[in-house]
């Protein structure tokens, strides 16, 4: 009986138990290093996610410019070259453009009134190194004509 609590003792004791700390440190390095490859991946895809949204609100900035540009011309307000224009030169749509696509005009009677009906699409695009971003932007517009 003496001898089978000892055989215990010995199973229990340190000594007997140098391996078990190895694969404990082993497994916190591993799950460690997980969740920094985790947080690595969340962190640049929420960088570029950004990036998208800055860019898309510029092209859609520089698209407005150019259907206000476009209506402008329109009506004989004065803009020049409504047809399509590069923004680098403005401070906020740098590396931004637009382009503008006018329908021909219609021409609608309605009771004693006439109309001249318009469309116009802009498109408006940034780019930021190898990221294109782009945006359209319809409008329609009626003259009354004298």
Not at 4 to 23: D, I, T
Not at 25 to 35: E, K, N
Not at 68 to 88: I, M, T, Y
Not at 96 to 108: D, E, F, G, L, Q
Request: charged share 15%; net charge neutral; proline share 3%.
């Amino acid at each position: 009986m003496y001898l089978k609590r000892k055989a215990l003792n010995l199973a229990a004791s340190p000594r007997y138990q140098h391996g078990s700390m190895l694969v404990i440190a082993l497994f916190v390095i591993i799950v460690l290093a997980l969740l920094g490859l985790t947080m690595t991946r969340l962190l640049s895809s929420t960088s570029e996610t950004i990036i998208h949204e800055v860019l898309g609100q510029r092209a859609i900035n520089a698209a407005r410019s150019g259907i206000e540009c476009a209506v402008a011309a329109e009506v004989g307000a004065g803009c020049s070259n409504p047809a399509f224009k590069d923004l680098s030169g403005v401070a906020g749509l740098e590396n931004c453009n637009y382009s503008v696509a006018a329908m021909p005009p219609k021409t609608i009677t309605d009771g004693g009134s006439t109309f001249t009906y318009l469309t116009f699409t802009s498109t408006g695009q940034c780019t930021a190194g190898k990221i294109n971003v782009t945006r359209i932007v319809y409008v329609d517009a009626m003259l009354e004509e004298d």
